[in-house]
């Protein structure tokens, strides 16, 4: 019982020694180890040893060393720089747990602060400031005010730091003292690392205030710049960030300051690269010669390429902001499309995202070399990056007009290998092209109907089935196509349910003798035997469309769709606005606002002045979000009459098909669709005309009726 205190003899080996050590035993040890030495021990090498034991106890393994905690702090005293800076990190470690052991170390660092060598001070003022305890802050305080007038520029500079990590231990302590002010005043000193430190230190007190105001005018800004080249790279970054502050009152002061940072440009450092360009960013939105700002977009392009022979992180980092200004400044990188061709090692996250830029730089002049290249991409072994240069091809025909052909042509190459995602992901995207240029290129549609045993993802069904529909007019066996899908209707996901839905009614406008019979079940699956709201309330929509007014109906299901765009991916004008302020952040990176990545975060805006170019920004053109109804199909929208036949079928099927869109209204009538009182189909088992289709056979449902005004239509939508 005795041996978990038990020191086994020097002799013995390491496995006994092991054997008996435990966690009790460790710091028994470990104590027994730092006291140890004597007068002997003149540099302290069996304290230094010990320390460096406790420290990786305490940092890489879970040994609790709290109880060590009198022992470290009497080392304290020991004039030894390497032995403090373990004290002060254990000090740092554990204060917090132990406060009351931890005031007895507050004697040794106010006396080191006084210490002749400028190392000593400075690590004394920055243990003290780590620590989160109300006597440690308060005590911090008077040194740090005298500190900040030290006569060694590295004491100054850790001090203009302190202050910041004063601020966020007890803002009020520091806002009622002159510690600001002190700040401030360093803003003048003869170091370029003291200023960049104070500055960042302001800015940080800035970033966590709303009581304070970060105002920089333009001798200070043009001060700033001036040590710029003397100033170590974190240095240039904290006096770049601060120049975020700057709000030009004329045009030439914004140019100039642009041209005088440019140089910045061509730093090995990708932090200084990406803070430059945000500046500069910045300042062109207070320039008004287009000339100026074109030869400041012209200096943007050579650091963002030489970017890319960085790592891949920096690449990435590099690649996301290239998005970014992109869209804000196209001239930029308007001519290197060539440096974003994907290299056959590059992780997958840059190549998607060298993707992107190649899709946005692609235009009519280089479409061929692009095409090219995405053709390769196709053949790849990453599933995930052949689909998104697919989709990329597809996307390209819809955003370059005159290449539509060329890209619909490599699209049919790629079907042509019966890959079977390459199929569907072609399937899709020809869906969107069909959309952009409707009666255009129907021909491939007899390439699309021999694959469609390939498609088995939901999208691909989806947009396959919409072709069928949207064309069953110009598709001999749309009706057979259709009826193959629907086998499988009860098992599909609600994307291709609904699909199937509105692709049947179209058969059934375009063509009746071929979708009289299966409108009426599709109707009934949909309204009786689906759980999801969706598509049983686009069911009933259908139903009383069919049932009161066959024109309408046509003019509705038929009628022109809004138009499609490839540019889905653009940011709204408020967010680019927003974001072109944070060029280099973590938030370019998700290209998502600041403050929904950092909730405490400050959003930036661009400051009003008499030299802002407010008709130049993203948001000059209306509100963010302003769209006209027809952007959304609630306009006026001209019906879209069906192609003519192709003289190919029976002019017996023809005669019929023009007969049944005549006479649809009554027909549909006669299914009993409309025959309850509420308007959403009754109940009829037995239909009163020739046709006796059983379309619901359970009771009407209760529908809630708003109050309507008199002469209104009844409908629930009211426009």
Aim: net charge neutral; hydrophobic share 40%.
């Amino acid at each position: 019982m005795f041996l978990s205190h038990y020191v086994p003899p020097s002799g013995y080996g390491g496995f006994s020694s092991l054997y008996f050590r435990s966690a009790q035993g460790k710091v028994a040890e470990l104590r027994l180890e730092l006291n140890s030495g004597g007068k002997k021990d003149k540099n302290h090498s069996a304290k230094k040893i010990a320390l460096k034991k406790i420290v990786a106890n305490m940092t890489m393994s879970n040994n609790d060393m709290v109880a060590l905690f009198p022992d470290i702090v009497g080392c304290m005293h020991i004039p030894s720089l390497e032995i403090k800076k373990m004290c002060f990190l254990f000090l740092v470690n554990y204060a917090r747990m132990k406060p009351e052991v931890a005031l007895k170390a507050l004697p040794t660092l106010e006396e080191d602060m006084n210490d002749s060598n400028p190392l000593v001070r400075a690590l004394a003022l920055r243990t003290m400031s780590y620590i989160h305890v109300r006597e440690f802050v308060e005590s911090t305080v008077p040194p740090t005010k005298k500190l900040l007038r030290d006569s060694d520029p590295y004491v100054r500079k850790t001090a203009a730091f302190c202050v910041a990590k004063l601020y966020d231990h007890d803002r009020h302590l520091v806002e009622s003292s002159d510690l600001i002010d002190r700040l401030n005043s360093m803003l003048r000193d003869d170091n370029p690392t003291v200023v960049a430190s104070a500055l960042a230190s302001l800015m940080d007190i800035w970033e966590r205030s709303d009581a304070i105001k970060l105002t920089i005018d333009y001798g200070n800004a043009s001060k700033m710049v001036q040590i710029l080249p003397d100033c170590s790279e974190w240095g240039q970054t904290y006096i770049l960030e601060a120049l975020m502050s700057y709000v030009p009152q004329e045009t030439s002061e914004a140019l100039l300051l642009a041209e005088r940072i440019s140089p910045r440009l061509s730093h090995s450092n990708s932090a200084v690269v990406l803070t430059c360009i945000r500046v500069i960013l910045y300042l062109m939105n207070y320039i008004a010669d287009q000339k100026q700002i074109s030869a400041l977009c012209r200096k943007l392009s050579p650091p963002l390429v030489t970017l890319l022979a960085k790592g891949p992180e920096v690449q990435y980092l590099a690649l996301r902001n290239a998005l970014l200004i992109l869209q804000r400044r196209p001239e930029v990188l308007r001519n290197d499309i060539r440096v974003f061709f994907c290299k056959y090692n590059d992780p997958i996250y840059v190549k998607v995202t060298k993707l992107e830029l190649i899709f946005m730089l692609a235009n009519e002049k280089n479409i061929e070399e692009v095409l090219t290249e995405l053709r390769e991409y196709a053949t790849e072994i990453d599933v995930h990056f052949v689909r998104k240069s697919v989709r990329a091809i597809g996307k390209l025909a819809i955003k370059i007009e005159p290449a539509a052909r060329r890209c619909i042509n490599t699209l049919l190459e790629l079907v042509a290998t019966k890959v079977t995602y390459i199929v569907q992901e072609a399937t899709v995207v020809i869906r969107n092209i069909f959309r952009k240029y409707p009666n255009q290129y129907e021909s491939i549609i007899g390439t699309l109907c021999e694959n469609l045993d390939s498609l088995d993802e939901p999208e691909a069904k989806a947009a396959m089935i919409w072709v069928i529909g949207q064309y069953a007019s110009r598709i001999e066996n749309s009706d057979v196509l259709l009826e193959d899908f629907l086998y499988s209707f009860a098992d599909e996901p609600v994307e291709v349910q609904l699909a199937l839905l509105t692709a049947t009614v179209k058969l059934f406008i375009q063509r009746p003798t071929k979708g009289q019979e299966l409108v009426p079940k599709v109707l009934k699956w949909a309204t009786e035997d689906t759980d999801n709201p969706d598509l049983r309330d686009r069911g009933y929509m259908y139903w009383r469309l069919l049932s009161s007014d066959m024109a309408t109906a046509k003019s509705v299901v038929m009628g022109e769709k809004p138009p499609i765009t490839a540019e889905s991916e653009k940011l709204d004008p408020a967010t680019l606005e927003e974001m072109c302020l944070n060029v280099g952040t973590l938030a370019t990176v998700y290209l998502k606002p600041v403050q929904q990545v950092f909730r405490s975060a400050r959003p930036r805006k661009l400051t009003d002045s008499p030299a802002l170019q407010k008709h130049t920004l993203p948001t000059a053109n209306g509100l963010d979000g302003q769209k006209s109804l027809s952007t959304f199909g609630l306009g006026n929208q001209p019906t879209v009459r069906p192609g003519q036949s192709n003289g190919n079928l029976a002019a017996a099927v023809d005669a019929a098909d023009e007969f049944f869109a005549g006479v649809g209204s009554q027909r549909m009538a006669n299914m009993g669709i409309n025959t309850g009182d509420d308007g959403f189909g009754g109940s009829p088992s037995v239909g009163k005309g020739e046709m006796q289709y059983v379309v619901n056979q359970n009771a009407p449902e209760q529908v809630y009726q708003p109050v309507s005004a008199s002469g209104s239509n009844g409908d629930l939508l009211m426009m």
